[in-house]
Nanobody
Framework: QVQLQESGGGLVQAGGSLTLSCAAS????????MAWFRQAPGKEREIVAR????????NYTDSVKGRFTISRDNAKNTVSLQMNSLKPEDTAVYYC??????????????WGQGTQVTVSV
């Protein structure tokens, strides 16, 4: 079991930056792959980025490649999402999620409560 708590959301102008953080309450954080998802109003939830348990592999959805960076610190039980060059279409609730070692491609069974990111024009 792992509990996840996101922080760092807020309101930012287009072109700006935000960093989301997710703190995990587990003694076995390094046994989970981690991901960030987002859900915009009226749209389905989509995966934004994911990172291997060791951090050596990362994947991004095409729309954020080159702008977002996912990272993790297994010593601090945290995963972060650095978001640069933000666009209004990045506006969504962002969720931190965890998957066990055998589920790199999902399902992600553990979720945070979400943090709102709003990008104004």
């Amino acid at each position: 079991q792992v509990q996840l708590q996101e922080s760092g959301g807020g309101l930012v102008q287009a072109g700006g930056s935000l960093t989301l953080s997710c703190a995990a309450s587990t003694r076995t954080f390094s046994t989970y792959h981690m991901a960030w998802f987002r859900q915009a109003p009226g749209k389905e939830r989509e995966i934004v980025a994911r990172i291997f348990w060791s951090g050596v592999i990362t994947n991004y959805t095409d729309s954020v490649k080159g702008r977002f960076t996912i990272s993790r610190d297994n010593a601090k039980n945290t995963v972060s999402l650095q978001m640069n060059s933000l666009k209004p279409e990045d506006t969504a609730v962002y969720y931190c999620a965890a998957a066990t070692l055998t589920n790199w491609r999902g399902p992600y069974n553990y979720w945070g409560q979400g943090t709102q990111v709003t990008v104004s024009v």
